[in-house]
């Protein structure tokens, strides 16, 4: 099967910089669009920013200009650089890939959220 697995999260003060990576690993055929996502405590998980496989990216509004979205295809792998962090920036980040395995054509996969905190 397919796994997402992310990682860089963590405590951040305000005006501060933290880079997210999610990696996709297992039966594999093909990665389409890569996305991340943040739910913030009593809200709806919101999209943060989104890759498709041409690498055409859209932002949230309320992270245009701070954040980026990139992607290695030969990694497998999404990142997001955040910059100027604010505390409304503060939520868990989820990673999510639309991906082709040999057993389905395409289906979608989350990793397992995690933590931004950003605080003085």
């Known amino acids: 099967q397919v796994q997402l697995v992310e990682s860089g999260g963590g405590l951040v003060q305000p005006g501060g910089s933290l880079r997210l990576s999610c990696a996709a690993s297992?039966?594999?055929?093909?990665?389409?669009?890569m996305g991340w996502y943040r739910q913030a405590p009593g809200k709806q998980r919101e999209l943060v920013a989104i890759?498709?496989?041409?690498?055409?990216?859209n932002y949230a509004d309320s992270v245009k200009g701070r954040f980026t979205i990139s992607r290695d295809n030969a990694k497998n792998t999404v990142y997001l650089l955040m910059n100027s962090l604010e505390p409304e920036d503060t939520a868990v980040y989820f990673c999510?890939?639309?991906?082709?395995?040999?057993?389905?054509?395409?289906?979608?996969?989350w990793g397992q959220g995690t933590q931004v905190t950003v605080s003085s």
């Open positions: 297992g039966s594999i055929f093909s990665i389409y669009a």
């Open positions: 890759v498709t496989s041409g690498d055409n990216t």
């Open positions: 999510n890939m639309r991906i082709a395995t040999m057993t389905f054509p395409s289906e979608y996969y």
